[in-house]
């Protein structure tokens, strides 16, 4: 028992639907407790009234009539029989002696006492409590005017009683409410959890089970399922590159290891071991320059050198580039157009966005006929850097794959497949986009950034 107590209490559900039902609690007992009090002031304010009311009428019958007035106004109240056993009268010469009334004489009665005061009396032989009030005649004798107050002892037992009750049965609503709380919220809860499990198990392919509906927990499921599938993509990205990277790094290392201890085997000329020191030199500056370009693309995609984003012009940065490839394009016999540069103004880094233009170029100029033409356009929000080339193209098919760590379309061309990962990388730094597609003939690339947009 003890134990399930302390399961109990260490539910957050149960603490927090437990704390909210005793602040309901305390607030309707002390709702309950002012309507009580509040009641029973009103009820006893009445008495006073109507006994103060009373003792004034007949005060006044006396002073109208007198003495024998006042004795028939009494023992008129008295017979007809309209709370007649609930009215308290008694009438006091001057001597002490009584001469009206339904009420016994006691010590009780002197003409000091002047203020309203319960008192425990005798009424027609019957003990009882009274309120009561006196005053003293012209005379010189003494009225007593009073009701019986066990009417209101009774009425405030019968508001105590139901007080007590509603106290209770807000007690029971508390817990029965927590209990039902709690139920439901952990309900809703295991859904995740076993989730969460299973995935920590290594079932990453799971998902909880989001029910229709826009409730808080609705929503909550939703938004985990997609950071779920988030996380999935992320994984099997992540195996692929560290496949791709086992594969790349691999094998140039087997060669030259396989080089260099061919260069161990004795007769083996001076210059064929320079010949093999030379060539895993070269071998080993190609995986540097390859760990050096998958250790930017990371950085990229962590948003790391967002730090030294600034106001930039896309459309001076093209023409820079655009100028720098001219002497590279008439080389290979390509013509270089720059057919529109509107300004635009975007939130970026320069020599990120350079680094990612060039080597669209490159590709551009590395597979046209005979042209390359680029273009910037202020699109809404958003600038278009246009790249198109009249080169053979490539199946729509392979858009999809475009960008990816290591592809490359033709597998026979020099290279590690990670220009185009790189150009994706910066465009999703600067919070773009990038697309392409068919220019009838060669291959059409958009790179689409916000225009003066500060990331997050």
């Avoid at 002031?41 to 003792?55: E, P």
């Avoid at 024998?68 to 609930?86: G, H, K, N, Y």
């Avoid at 600067?430 to 916000?450: D, E």
């Amino acid at each position: 028992m003890t134990h399930f107590f302390r399961r109990l209490w260490t539910s957050i559900s149960f603490r927090l639907t437990l704390n909210y039902g005793l602040l309901a609690f305390f607030s309707t007992s002390i709702l309950i407790v002012f309507i009580y009090v509040q009641f029973s002031g009103a009820l006893r304010t009445g008495y006073t009234r109507q006994i103060t009311a009373t003792a004034q009428r007949l005060a006044a019958t006396f002073e109208d009539g007198g003495r024998d007035a006042l004795i028939s106004a009494i023992e008129l109240t008295l017979s007809d029989r309209i709370d007649s056993d609930r009215e308290i009268y008694l009438l006091l010469d001057k001597d002490g002696q009584k001469l009206a009334g339904n009420l016994a004489i006691s010590s009780k009665f002197n003409s000091n006492n002047t203020q309203m005061f319960d008192a425990q009396v005798i009424q027609d032989g019957t003990p009882t409590r009274g309120q009561l009030q006196i005053q003293t005649l012209s005379d010189g004798g003494l009225l007593v005017v009073g009701q019986d107050s066990s009417e209101i002892g009774e009425i405030t037992s019968l508001i105590g009683r139901a007080t007590a009750a509603a106290i209770v049965l807000s007690v029971l609503l508390v817990l029965l409410g927590t209990y039902i709380f709690r139920r439901e919220l952990a309900y809703r809860v295991s859904h995740i959890r076993r989730t969460t499990q299973q995935i920590g198990a290594g079932k990453l392919s799971k998902r909880i089970s989001a029910p229709t509906g826009e409730d808080e927990f609705t929503l909550l499921n939703r938004d985990i399922n997609t950071m779920l599938d988030r996380i999935e993509l992320l994984m099997k990205s992540a195996r692929h590159i560290s496949d791709t990277i086992a594969h790349n790094l691999r094998t140039p290392l087997t060669r030259i290891m396989g080089a260099l201890r061919a260069a161990q085997r004795p007769g083996v000329s001076m210059t064929e071991v320079q010949q093999a020191n030379h060539n895993a030199i070269e071998s080993i500056e190609g995986l540097n320059v390859l760990l050096e370009k998958l250790l930017q693309i990371a950085e990229m995609e962590a948003g790391i050198q967002r730090r030294s984003f600034k106001p930039c012009e896309l459309d001076v940065i093209v023409s820079d580039v655009v100028e720098i490839h001219e002497a590279f394009a008439d080389e290979k016999g390509i013509s270089l157009y720059r057919a529109n540069l509107d300004n635009v103004t975007v939130y970026g880094d320069v020599n990120l966005l350079a680094s990612a233009l060039a080597n669209l170029l490159d590709n551009a100029v590395k597979y046209a006929t005979h042209q390359v033409v680029v273009s910037v356009v202020r699109h809404g929000r958003t600038g278009r850097i246009t790249i198109e080339d009249d080169g053979p193209g490539l199946p729509a098919a392979e858009y999809e794959h475009l960008g990816k760590h290591f592809y490359r379309s033709d597998p026979s061309s020099e290279g590690h497949g990670l220009g185009l990962t790189s150009v994706m990388s910066i465009v999703s730094l600067h919070g773009g986009s990038l697309s392409f597609s068919n220019a009838h003939p060669g291959l059409r690339v958009i790179v689409s950034l916000p225009i003066d947009s500060t990331p997050n």
